[in-house]
C-alpha cells in the first residue's frame, strides 16, 4: 500500500502539469502579465475561429497559408512580446502601450479577415508593419511612412493599434486610408466622398 501511494501521487503531479497553461518563455512583470495574458487571449481565439479547440490556425483549405498565419500571429507575435518585455530602454507605460497595441492588433484581424478587402494574408504584412511603427514610436516619430506603404487593410488595423496615445501619423494616416479604400472600390466614389466630405 505505501508503494502505491507515492505512485498515485507521481500519476496526480504528472497530470497536474499537463493541465497547466503553457508557460511563458520569459518571465513579464507581475505588473503587466495581464496584459500579455490578453495578447494571448487574442491569439486563442483566432485559433478558435475554425470551430475546432485545438492549437492551430486553420482558416484556409491552403496547408502552407495556415503555417504563414501561425508564423506571424502565434510565433512572431509571441517573439515581439517577448521583446518588448526585455526591452530595458523602455518605461512601464510604454511596455503596457505596446502589448495592447499587439492585442489591438490581433484583434483587428480576427474581427476585419472574413469581410471584403480583408484578406487571411495580410497577417505577416500587418505584424512587420506593426514592428516597423513601434521602432517610429519609440522614437516619438510619426508612424504615417509606413501606412503610405501599407494596403488598406493592413493600415487600417495598424492606426488602431496607435491611438492610445495617439501617435501622431494616426490622423494623417486618415485621407491616405480614404484614398487607398477609393483605389480599391471605384465605382463607389462618390458614395465614399459624400461619407467623408473632409
Do not use: W
Not at 126 to 139: F, G, H, P, Q, T
Amino acid at each position: 500500500m505505501q508503494k502505491f501511494i507515492p505512485g498515485c501521487l507521481l500519476l496526480c503531479c504528472c497530470i497536474a502539469v499537463q493541465a497547466q497553461p503553457p508557460a511563458y518563455r520569459f518571465i513579464p512583470d507581475k505588473g503587466r502579465i495581464l496584459f500579455h495574458d490578453k495578447v494571448d487571449a487574442q491569439q486563442q481565439r483566432i485559433k478558435d475561429m475554425d470551430g475546432k479547440k485545438d492549437d492551430a490556425i486553420t482558416l484556409s483549405k491552403d496547408p502552407t497559408v495556415n503555417g504563414q498565419l501561425e508564423y506571424a500571429l502565434l510565433d512572431r507575435v509571441d517573439e515581439m512580446q517577448q521583446k518588448i518585455e526585455q526591452d530595458s530602454t523602455l518605461s512601464h507605460s510604454s511596455k503596457v502601450k505596446y502589448v495592447l497595441g499587439l492585442e489591438t492588433l490581433l484583434t483587428g484581424y480576427r474581427t476585419n479577415v472574413q469581410k471584403e478587402d480583408f484578406p487571411l494574408t495580410i497577417a505577416g504584412d500587418l505584424v512587420n508593419a506593426y514592428e516597423r511603427s513601434m521602432a517610429l514610436d519609440i522614437k516619438h516619430e510619426s508612424i504615417e511612412p509606413v501606412v503610405v506603404e501599407s494596403s488598406y487593410p493592413v493600415g487600417k488595423i495598424l492606426i488602431e493599434c496607435f491611438k492610445f496615445p495617439e501617435n501622431a501619423g494616426v490622423k494623417a494616416a486618415g485621407p491616405i486610408l480614404l484614398e487607398k479604400y477609393i483605389r480599391l472600390h471605384p465605382n463607389d466614389v462618390l458614395k465614399i466622398l459624400q461619407r467623408n466630405p473632409d
